[in-house]
C-alpha cells in the first residue's frame, strides 16, 4: 500500500511541475515581449522610426502634376498665360515659379483620360460649358478647384448644388488653398513678397517730415484738382455710386466712364499721367463689400503720385502699409471723409507722407498657378483628403451689405 501511495503521491505531482514550468515560460515570453516593446519604444527611439520609415518608403521623385483649365476666363481660354499649353520650363523661366515641375493646359485632349489629370481648374464666374458641364468620370487622386478672382457677386454656379464637388479653392480669399489676388507688394531689400497676408509685418513709418517722396512734393505744387473716379459698372451691391454722390455735395469729384460725364479712353498714357498731375486722390471703391476683395483699382493708382481712398469689405491694412491710404470706413459719414481730404489735400507735407512706403516696397505679381502646382506637389496634399462640404456657405458667407461710413 505505501509503494502505490508513493507513485500517486508522484503522479500528482508531475502535473503541477508542468503547470509551473508553462507558467514560468509564459512569463518569461511577456517579459520578452515587454523588453522588446519598451525597446522600440516612440519615447526611447523616435528617431529611429522616422528613419526606418524614411528608408523603406523613399521619395518617388518630382513627377509631373497636370492642371487642365476646363472653362475659359471671362472668355480667355488661356487665363492670361502666355500659351495654350505650358510645361515645367515655362513655369520656370516665363512664370519664375519656385516649384515649376507641372503642366498647365486648356486642351481637354492633352492626357488621354481626364481622370489622368491632378487638378482641374473651374472658373465659377463663368457657367459650366454646355457641351462639357462636368468630367465624366473623376478619380480620387484629382483635385477640382473652385477659382474665382472677382467678388462673390460675380458667381455664375449655383452652389448649393455643388456641395462637396471641389477640393481646393484659388480666389482672394486670404483663407484659400490658393490665393489669388490682383498683385502683391514685395519688399525691395528683402525679397519677400509680405502682402497681402493675413499676418503682415510692414516697416516702420517715419515721422512726420522724414524720408517724403520729393517727386510727390513736385508734384503736389501743380495738382488743381480733388479726386477722380473711373468707372463702368454703375449700379453696385456696395452702393459706391451713392457714397460717390454724397461725396459731391462736400467736394469735387470727376467720374469718368460709363458712369458719369467724363471720358477717357483705357490704355490712354494721358488718362494715367493726368492722376499723378491733376489730381490729389482717386477713389478705389468695390462693388461689394466682400472678405479680402481688393481689385486693380486699387493696384491699378498705386503706381501713381496719388493717394487712394479705399471702399471696400477688406482690411486693407493686410493689403497696404499704414498712412499710405485714406479708408472710407474710418468714418462715420461722407462729410467727415470729406473735411479729412480737403485737410491732407492742403497740407503738402502731410500730403506727401502718404509715400512714404515707396522707398521700401514695389508692387510684383506671381501667377496663382505657381502656389497651385507647389500644392499639389506637398505632401500634405498627397496624403490628405479635403473637400468643400458647403461651398456656397464658405464663399458667400464672406460678404456683407452693410457700411461702416453713412451715406
Not at 508522484?10 to 520578452?32: D, E, T
Not at 503682415?200 to 488743381?224: C, F, M, Y
Not at 459719414?333 to 502731410?350: G, K, P, Q
Request: hydrophobic share 35%.
Amino acid at each position: 500500500m505505501a509503494v502505490r501511495s508513493g507513485r500517486f503521491v508522484n503522479g500528482r505531482r508531475r502535473p503541477a511541475l508542468l503547470l509551473l514550468l508553462l507558467l514560468l515560460a509564459v512569463f518569461l515570453l511577456g517579459s520578452l515581449l515587454a523588453l522588446h516593446k519598451l525597446n522600440h519604444s516612440p519615447l526611447i527611439h523616435q528617431y529611429d522610426i522616422l528613419q526606418e520609415y524614411l528608408e523603406s518608403n523613399p521619395p518617388k521623385g518630382s513627377r509631373t502634376r497636370s492642371i487642365l483649365l476646363w472653362s475659359s476666363f471671362f472668355g480667355d481660354s488661356r487665363w492670361g498665360l502666355p500659351a495654350d499649353s505650358l510645361g515645367p520650363q515655362e513655369l520656370r523661366e516665363e512664370l519664375h515659379c519656385p516649384v515649376y515641375q507641372c503642366e498647365v493646359t486648356n486642351s481637354h485632349d492633352f492626357l488621354p483620360n481626364l481622370d489622368m489629370y491632378d487638378a482641374i481648374v473651374f472658373h465659377v464666374a463663368e457657367s459650366f460649358p454646355f457641351l462639357r458641364p462636368v468630367p465624366s468620370r473623376r478619380s480620387p487622386h484629382q483635385a477640382y478647384v473652385f477659382a474665382l478672382m472677382e467678388s462673390a457677386g460675380e458667381t455664375k454656379h449655383r452652389l448649393s448644388d455643388e456641395g462637396g464637388f471641389y477640393n481646393l479653392t484659388m480666389t482672394n480669399r486670404l483663407d484659400s488653398d490658393v490665393v489669388w489676388p490682383y498683385g502683391q507688394l514685395q519688399d525691395i531689400e528683402t525679397g519677400a513678397v509680405v502682402a497681402p497676408s493675413a499676418q503682415v509685418h510692414w516697416r516702420q513709418q517715419p515721422t512726420k517730415g522724414e524720408g517724403n517722396d520729393t517727386s510727390a512734393s513736385r508734384l503736389w505744387r501743380g495738382k488743381t484738382k480733388m479726386a477722380a473716379w473711373f468707372v463702368s459698372h454703375c449700379k453696385t451691391l456696395s452702393r459706391r455710386e451713392n457714397l460717390t454722390a454724397a461725396l459731391q455735395e462736400h467736394i469735387e469729384v470727376d467720374v469718368y466712364g460709363k458712369c458719369g460725364p467724363l471720358s477717357c479712353t483705357r490704355g490712354d498714357s494721358h488718362c494715367d499721367e493726368m492722376l499723378d498731375t491733376d489730381y490729389m486722390f482717386y477713389l478705389a471703391f468695390e462693388n461689394s463689400l466682400c472678405e479680402d476683395y481688393v481689385t486693380e483699382k486699387l493696384y491699378g493708382v498705386l503706381e501713381r503720385h496719388i493717394i487712394p481712398v479705399v471702399f471696400g469689405g477688406a482690411d486693407y491694412t493686410r493689403f497696404l502699409p499704414p498712412h499710405s491710404y485714406i479708408d472710407a470706413n474710418r468714418f462715420d459719414s461722407a462729410l467727415e471723409l470729406a473735411e479729412h481730404m480737403r485737410f491732407v489735400a492742403n497740407d503738402m507735407e502731410e500730403y506727401t507722407s502718404y509715400f512714404w512706403w515707396r522707398e521700401h516696397y514695389r508692387m510684383v505679381n506671381v501667377s496663382p498657378f505657381c502656389d497651385l502646382c507647389a500644392r499639389l506637389h506637398s505632401s500634405a496634399q498627397r496624403h490628405r483628403s479635403q473637400v468643400y462640404g458647403d461651398i456656397e456657405s464658405w464663399w458667400f458667407n464672406s460678404c456683407r451689405l452693410k457700411t461702416n461710413i453713412q451715406f
